[in-house]
């Protein structure tokens, strides 16, 4: 039986101030859960701040992302390491928005998202492997754009993703991957995944993995769905046979509705 998991991605919000208190209030809530995993992943700025608020629940730390180098000469950049240092045990690593593909069309019409928010599936699979390698649980992020849902190439996009992220990672070591699928127009732009079909894209995914590794690797690994998930709609998702949880943007940013979402991963364990 896999383990539901809800993960906050706070994207770029929070100040320290605001991620203590919602780091607070969501630890207040939901700090002792035992049958659900509880992952926060506030902006790099705010890791220690909210390592320190977790320090005594059962909440864990995840970062948004890292760069695959140990050290060095890498302005901005963070390695597995320091992440480490701050407390983290997960990373989401591919994240749509890392790799310039938006929902959104304001921030699609932003010139040159592609190189600024430059990831493409080769530098995903190098941080999956540096996060592997440290000892960091990769939450990998796959999902298609409309105009390739449209296309009918839902399937093929997410597949390439998929097999792209694990070139060279061996079966030992994909086991402490995550996969999130989320499609790229159900971020942040309330149009949420009918459930049916997030269910046949994260089964998808695990045939993937049973073809890649082995039944008993696909079988164990959390897939989550990704996309507008709200109190309103988590429950049809929970309840899908391939779908063990959610990675949040704007519903993780409140305590209140965050909670919520942690309460129905729970009832879904029951
Ligand atoms: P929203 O929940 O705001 O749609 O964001 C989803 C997401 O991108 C999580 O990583």
Same mark, same amino acid.
């Given at each position: 039986?896999?383990?539901?998991?809800?993960?906050?991605?706070?994207?770029?919000?929070?100040?320290?101030?605001?991620?203590?208190?919602?780091?607070?209030?969501?630890?207040?809530?939901?700090?002792? =859960?035992?049958?659900?995993?509880?992952?926060?992943?506030?902006?790099?700025?705010?890791?220690?701040? =909210? &390592?320190? %608020?977790?320090?005594?629940?059962? +909440?864990?730390?995840?970062?948004?992302?890292?760069?695959?180098? !140990?050290?060095?000469?890498? /302005?901005?950049?963070?390695?597995?390491?320091?992440?480490? *240092?701050?407390?983290?045990?997960?990373?989401?690593?591919? &994240?749509? #928005?890392?790799?310039?593909?938006?929902?959104?069309?304001?921030?699609?019409? $932003? !010139?040159?998202?592609?190189?600024?928010?430059?990831?493409?599936?080769?530098?995903?699979?190098?941080?999956? &492997?540096?996060?592997?390698?440290?000892?960091?649980?990769?939450? $990998?992020?796959?999902?298609?754009?409309?105009?390739?849902?449209?296309?009918?190439?839902?399937?093929?996009?997410?597949?390439?993703? +998929?097999?792209?992220?694990?070139?060279? %990672? /061996? !079966?030992?070591?994909?086991?402490?991957?995550?996969?999130?699928?989320?499609?790229?127009?159900?971020?942040?732009?309330?149009?949420?995944?009918?459930?049916? #079909?997030?269910?046949?894209?994260?089964?998808?995914?695990?045939?993937?993995?049973?073809?890649?590794?082995?039944?008993?690797?696909?079988?164990?690994?959390?897939?989550?769905?990704?996309? *507008? $998930?709200?109190?309103?709609?988590?429950?049809?998702?929970?309840?899908?046979?391939?779908?063990?949880?959610?990675?949040?943007?704007?519903?993780?940013?409140?305590?209140?509705?965050?909670?919520?979402?942690?309460?129905?991963?729970?009832?879904?364990?029951?």
């Amino acid at each position: 039986m896999r383990k539901p998991v809800m993960a906050g991605n706070w994207k770029m919000n929070c100040d320290n101030e605001e991620a203590l208190q919602l780091a607070d209030g969501v630890t207040a809530r939901a700090g002792q =859960v035992e049958d659900a995993l509880v992952i926060l992943c506030p902006p790099a700025t705010a890791l220690s701040t =909210v &390592h320190q %608020v977790i320090a005594n629940s059962n +909440v864990k730390l995840g970062a948004q992302n890292l760069f695959w180098e !140990e050290e060095g000469a890498f /302005t901005g950049e963070l390695s597995a390491k320091m992440l480490l *240092s701050c407390g983290c045990e997960f990373v989401i690593v591919g &994240h749509s #928005e890392r790799r310039g593909r938006f929902g959104n069309p304001d921030e699609a019409e $932003v !010139e040159d998202l592609g190189a600024i928010f430059g990831d493409t599936d080769a530098t995903v699979n190098r941080k999956i &492997h540096a996060a592997l390698a440290a000892g960091l649980q990769p939450i $990998v992020c796959v999902g298609e754009l409309l105009a390739e849902r449209q296309a009918g190439a839902t399937d093929d996009v997410v597949e390439d993703q +998929v097999r792209a992220a694990l070139e060279g %990672v /061996t !079966e030992e070591a994909a086991g402490n991957i995550i996969f999130a699928y989320e499609p790229v127009w159900a971020i942040g732009t309330g149009e949420v995944c009918d459930a049916d #079909e997030a269910d046949r894209v994260c089964g998808m995914i695990r045939q993937i993995l049973a073809a890649i590794y082995s039944d008993d690797l696909a079988e164990g690994m959390q897939v989550l769905y990704g996309g *507008s $998930v709200k109190p309103e709609n988590v429950e049809g998702l929970m309840a899908q046979d391939n779908i063990d949880g959610g990675l949040v943007g704007g519903a993780s940013l409140q305590a209140d509705s965050f909670g919520r979402l942690i309460e129905a991963a729970v009832a879904s364990a029951g």
